[in-house]
């Protein structure tokens, strides 16, 4: 991997941070007053080639997830999914989780994440945090 690489991944891990406080911001009432778990889905690179970026990712996210759990008071759970660097395992890693009625993904690397834009648009929302909205 080459510095430019590490730089890009640094980079969106400080994305996926802020996409969180994002979320929790916005969603900390609602489940606070129901007393819900808060899913959220983050598809990362797990194994391959990429595997340190994508593990630095998931512990960023665990440390961000367990200190907004913690000091609010809220009950958290990340539901991973590997996509090895690959958008089609993204997709596919995408619509397990959307399947399991997991409201909130996260994406990891541009090309993977440019794979989700057509599901994003579809459901009117944003990458790389795109939310599902419920389909009943």
Known sequence: MNKKYLISATSLVVIIIGGIWLLYINTRQMIQANNQV??????????????????????????AIVKIAR?????????????????KLAVSAFQ????????YIIGFGSGET???CPLAEKEKIPSPMIEIKNKT
């Open 71 to 87: 000091d609010q008071k809220l009950n958290v759970e990340i539901v991973y999914e590997d996509d090895k660097i690959d958008p």
């Open 38 to 63: 808060l899913k959220i889905g983050a598809i990362l690179p797990l194994t391959g080639e990429a595997t340190q970026y994508g593990q630095t990712a998931q512990r960023s996210i665990e440390i």
């Open 96 to 103: 397990k989780l959307s399947s399991q009625g997991i409201k």
């Open 114 to 116: 440019l794979a989700l």
